[in-house]
């Protein structure tokens, strides 16, 4: 077992419809709520000596089949903010584990072979099309049938922190209540921080890198967030074990809406975490551009600051609908952070222009603030 796992490493889907939030709630609109099901993941690659970064989506939608939605996609968001997605129809091709991060879609499988882990080797040899993913590694091949573009990626990932003190057990990122059905989506930072070293080859070119800053999360559930903001860095000037994650979103709580947010980070060996539980977090989100939040616990304050001058590129996200276009995102932020004691004594004090950037649920009528 990687001690650095994190809490819903696995995968969520039972193959049932959940009966037990249908128990909890008792509305009949859960019945409807429980035909849908969604889980995506989230896996990074920064390579700061270029101000570029690959952002790599993974996503399987009602995986059961038979409805309008179901099916799988991988999505990549590449230098300058440049996109390519392709769709995977079929989710009989879809595998995952259920004890641990792994998982991985095929457009085709091979004669006499089921969906399943592959050694590199042999996804290279038998895959034509397709992905596959672990808490150590992160492979694929995407074929773009109207243009002939090829991209392919591997690369090996060594986590350098998970979520919470490395040197204790990992924490949920929603906190403990998350292991029941109540909160709607679900939110794990499977690595806040890791080295990434491998090859990437985009659009004729290709690009090789050494213990490049690595970063992965998922998302899953039966609801969807109707907004959302977030910040993610790990490649920060002068300050190479600094991982920040900043966030919040309106999320569905016992079939209620609530607005929640955080904000954490990893930093020599410790894990700063200002949550709703123990800190009163605040934010000023516009439309696009500026991300502002602040947070005060009973001994630290932390203010985070994000901008951006990048137009930003429309991604897909899952919604009631299937995936559609309903979130923006750059990886070429400014953010700066500042962390400041209960008498106001600066103690921690970074910046990097290699920030992720991201509004959802658009569009936004206007300021968002808390």
Not at 22 to 34: F, G, K, M, P, V
Not at 38 to 60: C, D, H, K
Not at 162 to 189: D, M, Y
């Amino acid at each position: 077992m990687n001690e650095l796992q994190t809490p819903h490493s696995g995968y969520h889907w039972s193959g049932k419809d959940n009966r037990l939030l249908e128990y909890i709630l008792h509305s009949e609109e859960t019945s409807e709520l429980c035909t849908r099901f969604f889980e995506g993941w989230y896996y990074r690659v920064t390579l700061p000596e270029l101000n570029q970064t690959f952002a790599f989506m993974y996503s399987i939608d009602d995986p059961a089949g038979g409805t309008p939605y179901s099916g799988g996609a991988a999505q990549i968001l590449g230098p300058d903010d440049e996109y390519f997605c392709r769709t995977f129809p079929n989710v009989n091709y879809f595998w995952a584990h259920y004890t641990r991060l792994g998982l991985g879609h095929w457009q085709q499988r091979p004669l006499g072979s089921f969906p399943r882990e592959l050694t590199p080797n042999q996804f290279k040899q038998q895959i034509k099309e397709g992905y596959q993913a672990t808490a150590h590694l992160n492979q694929g091949k995407l074929l773009d049938p109207a243009s002939g573009e090829t991209v392919s990626w591997e690369y090996q990932i060594q986590p350098i922190y998970g979520w919470g003190n490395p040197h204790r057990p990992q924490k949920a990122t929603a906190g403990w209540l998350s292991f029941l059905p109540l909160f709607e989506p679900g939110w794990q930072i499977l690595m806040a921080h890791g080295l990434a070293t491998g090859v990437i080859h985009w659009q004729g070119k290709t690009y090789q890198f050494s213990d490049a800053p690595a970063y992965s999360e998922k998302n899953w559930g039966r609801a969807f967030p109707a907004k959302w903001f977030w910040l993610n860095c790990n490649a920060f000037a002068d300050k190479s074990d600094l991982a920040l994650t900043a966030g919040g979103g309106r999320r569905e709580f016992a079939g209620m809406g609530e607005e929640v947010a955080l904000i954490c980070f990893h930093h020599q060996g410790q894990f700063y975490e200002f949550v709703p539980w123990n800190s009163e977090v605040s934010w000023e989100i516009q439309p696009w551009g500026q991300w502002k939040m602040a947070a005060r616990g009973t001994e630290l304050a932390v203010e985070v600051a994000g901008t951006t001058e990048q137009p930003g590129t429309l991604l897909q996200a899952p919604t009631e609908q299937g995936l559609q276009f309903c979130c923006r995102d750059t990886m070429q932020g400014r953010v700066d952070l500042k962390l400041y004691s209960c008498w106001g004594d600066v103690i921690l004090k970074a910046h990097s222009d290699n920030c992720g950037l991201e509004v959802g649920g658009l569009p936004w009528s206007g300021v968002w603030v808390n």
